[in-house]
């Protein structure tokens, strides 16, 4: 993932409408400049995004889009919950003061609020979005309350009965005590990892509980298990566990009331047979919980290939989770970008190819690669998850047995990875990071294709490879299956990178580019990714988990023929690959140890390589890294605004058209959802 940015802008062909998410001013037809950056604050980067060629699309796929772009905007309410159960009550506050204080709105004071107020709608908490840590306000709590006090009462997230006082007694230690709701998640080794997680996907339980719980409900003899504990909060009432299923209905059902609204008129317009039976049967599951249904419903949609128009949409990744079982609501709706596709294909049509030649045990290697469909994607909206920090790429279902039998769908995000290589160039980050000339070299020239291909074979073919061995249950790697699945599919894309078959598929000219991604790839997991950490912090994220293992394992096992090496220069630390023919021997070896400790449900295995590569920071080496990122003057993470799709319809209320506008004001953006989109108390 890119972590640079640049600010500046883009000449594009075409109408644009730039709006600040209130008022319109539409740009004349011709060149126009497009800017990339909405905002910027703290350690964050906030940009827009392209929606290329939806003009060019019909009027049944935009009528199509604008509907489940409707659905991915309703389920917000319902990630910020899952994350903190007091996320809705901080930000409805938050809302009240940033729309309504009457006092000094250009004090500094009022100025570290508002960083504050951006901080936690871009987390959708009050946790880091990536370290899991509380925030810190730049505030004190008697300012806090004065702004509270001088706001717009009737707009404060008030109980019955409750003043503006009590919110306030309640809320203070809550947002100031820096020891209470710590971590969102936290994994550390030893502690229990429910009890000391913030997040709201269990309450009055302790990890063995939980552990124990669904112990009692999985069958090891089942080959089709359901995705247990993934659409429900696990309550203790009374010394008896019980599940609380989010459904219409249910938990959180206002909120998913509204989505399957909007999907039922999705429905209506669905752009194939089977795609209105998908849809059927996710509002059948919105209605009931069934996660039998669920099942069904991803079978259907991961056979459901070659669509102009597709989505995301319900709960499904369990990153926010320490225990990997329950999972946070996401949606994207999206469009293919036909040429870019193109490049998939051919890796998809060779997946079986990739599969039978992978160095792992051959008795883990699946006997029939089924029906992997990969396509390169133009995002039309985030939701839930995805939004405003986006994947760059997605493999799904996660079900094994569904991956086995029905296939699954990678997607490589087009626009989004194009926004973000576009305000990278010119940074300097190369110039302060890489070893050589001919490391900057090769990543100008190669990094972007490289980073493509990287995530097109991680998505399509390193996700669906592998299988479990008989009787391994899916859940047996618990809080450590996360980075340990990333490393599988970071690691079956590097090893395949400088193999000759990319070049016999004309996929690239020459191992240049695979030399650039190994050189970023390892310049990161070692030393860059460390500039979205604090001092003193361990790595708790999954995806900088697995990283950070891989880089430090083949760093370790090549010292000998100093493969990898470490040197100083002019005061600074630098990596230097020596040799990159046994770097790639050295993934293979990983990736076939990794897949082994997937395929047999090997815990102490996977802790102790996550554990000892993939969690602890030399601190002497961060705090350089933090300084000289510092210089830089980069924001080390970045997401992005919405564009907002408008309806356009004829005197019967008929929709004609769908209109694209570019949201320029990322708080006027976060204020609108708050207003629209508010579905949950």
Not at 593 to 598: A, L
Request: glycine share 6%; proline share 4%.
């Amino acid at each position: 993932m890119k972590k640079v940015l640049l600010t500046g802008t883009m000449a594009i062909m075409g109408i644009v409408l730039l709006t600040s998410c209130g008022e319109n001013e539409k740009k004349s037809a011709g060149v126009n400049e497009f800017n990339y950056i909405a905002d910027r604050f703290e350690d964050i980067s906030v940009l827009r995004y392209r929606l290329p060629g939806f003009e060019q699309l019909t009027l049944a796929e935009k009528e199509f889009i604008y509907y489940l772009s409707e659905a991915a905007l309703c389920g917000r309410d319902i990630f910020w919950d899952q994350n903190f159960r007091y996320n809705l009550v901080i930000r409805k506050t938050i809302e009240a003061v940033t729309g309504t204080y009457s006092g000094d709105r250009e004090s500094d004071e009022f100025k570290a609020f508002i960083t504050y107020a951006k901080r936690v709608f871009f987390a959708n908490g009050i946790h880091h979005h990536y370290s899991n840590d509380k925030f810190v306000p730049g505030f004190s709590p008697e300012y806090f309350a004065s702004i509270v006090q001088y706001s717009d009462h009737s707009l404060l997230p008030l109980k019955e009965g409750q003043t503006p006082d009590d919110l306030l007694a309640f809320l203070t230690p809550v947002l100031f005590d820096p020891d209470i709701f710590a971590k969102k998640v936290d994994q550390s080794d030893g502690v229990d990892m429910i009890a000391s997680s913030a997040n709201n996907f269990y309450e009055g339980v302790t990890q063995k509980e939980v552990e124990e719980y669904y112990a009692s409900l999985i069958d090891p003899a089942d080959t089709r298990p359901v995705s247990w504990g993934l659409n429900s909060k696990i309550v203790k009432s009374e010394g008896k566990i019980t599940e609380v299923l989010y459904r219409s209905g249910g938990l959180y059902g206002p909120a998913i009331d509204s989505i399957i609204y909007w999907l039922e008129k999705a429905k209506e317009v669905a752009l194939s047979d089977t795609q209105e039976r998908e849809l059927e049967l996710l509002i059948d599951y919105y209605r009931t919980g069934d996660l039998k249904t669920w099942d069904d419903y991803n079978v259907l949609w991961a056979g459901n290939t070659g669509l102009t128009v597709d989505y995301i949409n319900g709960f499904i990744e369990t990153y926010g989770d320490p225990l990997g079982m329950k999972a946070t609501w996401e949606s994207v709706v999206d469009y293919k970008d036909i040429e870019a596709s193109k490049r998939t294909a051919v890796i998809t049509a060779n997946a079986q190819w990739f599969e039978d030649n992978s160095p792992v045990n051959p008795a883990y290697r699946k006997d029939k690669v089924t029906g992997v469909a990969a396509s390169v994607i133009n995002v039309a909206m985030l939701g839930g998850d995805c939004y405003p920090a986006s994947p760059l790429g997605i493999n799904l279902p996660n079900s094994n047995w569904i991956r086995t039998e029905a296939g699954s769908k990678s997607v490589t995000l087009a626009n989004i990875t194009d926004a973000k290589d576009i305000v990278a160039r010119g940074s300097g980050f190369l110039q302060e990071f890489a070893w050589d000339e001919a490391e900057i070299e090769r990543a100008v020239r190669f990094g972007s294709l490289a980073d493509a291909l990287h995530t097109d074979m991680h998505e399509c073919i390193g996700h669906a490879s592998g299988k479990l061995a008989p009787g391994t249950d899916p859940n047996a790697l618990k809080n450590y299956a996360s980075p340990l699945e990333e490393m599988r599919a970071d690691l079956f894309a590097l090893y395949y990178m400088m193999d000759p078959k990319m070049r016999e598929l004309d996929l690239m000219e020459s191992d240049d580019a695979a030399k650039a991604e190994y050189d970023n790839y390892i310049r990161n997991g070692f030393m860059t990714q460390l500039a979205r950490i604090s001092p003193g912090k361990d790595i708790e994220q999954a995806h900088m988990r697995c990283r950070s293992a891989i880089a430090h394992w083949v760093y370790e096992r090549g010292l000998e023929e100093n493969v990898i090496e470490t040197i100083r220069r002019d005061e600074k630390t630098f990596v230097k690959i020596n040799n990159y023919d046994k770097l790639r021997s050295l993934f293979g070896e990983m990736l076939k140890e990794v897949q082994r400790i997937k395929s047999e449900g090997d815990f102490e295995a996977g802790r102790n390589m996550i554990e000892k590569y993939g969690v602890k920071i030399d601190q002497a080496l961060h705090n350089e890294i933090l300084e000289r990122y510092a210089r830089l003057d980069l924001a080390p993470y970045s997401g992005f605004v919405n564009p907002r799709l408008v309806p356009v319809s004829d005197a019967q209320g008929k929709i004609i058209d769908v209109m694209v506008e570019y949201c320029d004001d990322y708080l006027e953006q976060m204020m609108e959802y708050g207003k629209r989109y508010s579905f949950l108390n």
